[in-house]
């Protein structure tokens, strides 16, 4: 682990920094390579806002979900004026971290992220000073990925506190399609991991986010595609394994908070829902495998919250920040 570590900080010290090309100022992008054999290519973003130089209460690294990249300025300026610093991972093969030629958000194994986590860990560690806290923040897979690296980190005992903001902890299927076709899909994946898997095409819940639809939000739809990017056998295999995990339980060490939704909702048709609950998940499943995840865990539901809570309409959006500050200053 020791060793693990020295090559992350290592790593963390040759990234390549340049000013953000898509939010701009005062976010700075620092690109690296990570995996046994750089292979994989990451880019951590950190938001230098007015409360920088103050004294922090924490450092909080965001993971962003599937079909995602990090875009969300207010969730850093918040960070920012509560006394938090703020960074983003770009995972590899999303966002800024995409390269011509690559299968956006191709993955086969979650563990895949873990090299570029550390290293991330590691520049804001060397960034912020040993003896500022870190805190994890999850969104959908993101909160998957973060619950799983933390799980094989000693169990989080390096992290401060872990924030999941409508974890994918479960496929959002009836109960055949979740306990007989995704298992049996999932050994497939083992055999025939690039094979295709057709689904239709749903925009609602992005119809619910953008400004030009029924949203407030503007992002590049090359890096959130509507409708959501395509999956392959492969890409499910490592989800189904990772849900096993979870679902079996983890002894997370740092008290966990999980907010989702009051409400979920799926239809191909747009319907007012879409504005108020989950178009993505069922937060039943939140609820039911969320508790388990350590020995301290705090359920919140945010009433009227969309899939990621803080790009919800107000005044669910403020309810989720306030849920998240309580908790963070009550925990730190």
């Given at each position: 682990?020791?060793?693990?570590?020295?090559?992350?900080?290592?790593?963390?010290?040759?990234?390549?920094?340049?000013?953000?090309?898509?939010?701009?100022?005062?976010?700075?992008?620092?690109?690296?390579?990570?995996?046994?054999?750089?292979?994989?290519?990451?880019?951590?973003?950190?938001?230098?806002?007015?409360?920088?130089?103050?004294?922090?209460?924490?450092?909080?690294?965001?993971?962003?979900?599937?079909?995602?990249?990090?875009?969300?300025?207010?969730?850093?300026?918040?960070?920012?004026?509560?006394?938090?610093?703020?960074?983003?991972?770009?995972?590899?093969?999303?966002?800024?971290?995409?390269?011509?030629?690559?299968?956006?958000?191709?993955?086969?194994?979650?563990?895949?992220?873990?090299?570029?986590?550390?290293?991330?860990?590691?520049?804001?560690?060397?960034?912020?000073?040993?003896?500022?806290?870190?805190?994890?923040?999850?969104?959908?897979?993101?909160?998957?990925?973060?619950?799983?690296?933390?799980?094989?980190?000693?169990?989080?005992?390096?992290?401060?506190?872990?924030?999941?903001?409508?974890?994918?902890?479960?496929?959002?299927?009836?109960?055949?399609?979740?306990?007989i076709v995704v298992p049996v899909f999932?050994?497939?994946?083992?055999?025939?991991?690039?094979?295709?898997?057709?689904?239709?095409?749903?925009?609602?819940?992005?119809?619910?986010?953008?400004?030009?639809?029924?949203?407030?939000?503007?992002?590049?739809?090359?890096?959130?595609?509507?409708?959501?990017?395509?999956?392959?056998?492969?890409?499910?295999?490592?989800?189904?394994?990772?849900?096993?995990?979870?679902?079996?339980?983890?002894?997370?060490?740092p008290p966990v908070l999980v907010m989702?939704s009051g409400c979920s909702y799926r239809?191909?048709?747009?319907?007012?829902?879409?504005?108020?609950?989950?178009?993505?998940?069922?937060?039943?499943?939140?609820?039911?495998?969320?508790?388990?995840?350590?020995?301290?865990?705090?359920?919140?539901?945010?009433?009227?919250?969309?899939?990621?809570?803080?790009?919800?309409?107000?005044?669910?959006?403020?309810?989720?920040?306030?849920?998240?500050?309580?908790?963070?200053?009550?925990?730190?």
């Open positions: 682990m020791k060793f693990v570590c020295v090559l992350a900080l290592l790593a963390s010290l040759a990234m390549a920094q340049s000013e953000d090309p898509l939010l701009g100022q005062p976010f700075t992008i620092y690109s690296f390579e990570a995996g046994d054999s750089a292979q994989y290519h990451a880019t951590v973003v950190r938001y230098v806002g007015p409360q920088t130089e103050n004294v922090r209460k924490a450092a909080v690294l965001y993971i962003h979900g599937f079909n995602d990249y990090f875009f969300q300025r207010n969730l850093a300026e918040k960070m920012d004026s509560a006394g938090y610093a703020f960074y983003a991972i770009d995972l590899h093969k999303y966002g800024r971290s995409y390269r011509d030629g690559e299968v956006m958000g191709e993955l086969r194994d979650i563990r895949e992220y873990y090299a570029e986590l550390d290293t991330a860990i590691a520049f804001v560690r060397n960034t912020e000073g040993d003896s500022v806290p870190l805190v994890m923040l999850g969104h959908s897979t993101g909160g998957l990925i973060a619950c799983l690296y933390a799980a094989d980190r000693d169990n989080g005992a390096g992290l401060a506190a872990i924030v999941l903001n409508s974890p994918f902890l479960e496929m959002n299927y009836g109960w055949p399609m979740r306990k999932s050994a497939v994946g083992a055999l025939l991991p690039g094979l295709g898997i057709p689904r239709s095409v749903n925009e609602n819940y992005d119809k619910s986010l953008l400004k030009s639809d029924f949203g407030e939000w503007e992002y590049d739809s090359k890096l959130k595609v509507r409708g959501s990017l395509p999956i392959d056998f492969g890409w499910l295999r490592a989800i189904h394994q990772g849900h096993a995990r979870v679902q079996a339980g983890l002894r997370l060490v989702h239809d191909d048709d747009w319907s007012e829902e879409y504005s108020h609950c989950d178009g993505v998940l069922n937060v039943e499943h939140i609820r039911e495998y969320g508790r388990n995840l350590g020995s301290s865990v705090q359920l919140e539901e945010i009433e009227g919250g969309l899939h990621d809570l803080f790009l919800s309409h107000l005044p669910a959006r403020d309810n989720a920040y306030t849920k998240m500050f309580e908790f963070l200053d009550s925990r730190l």
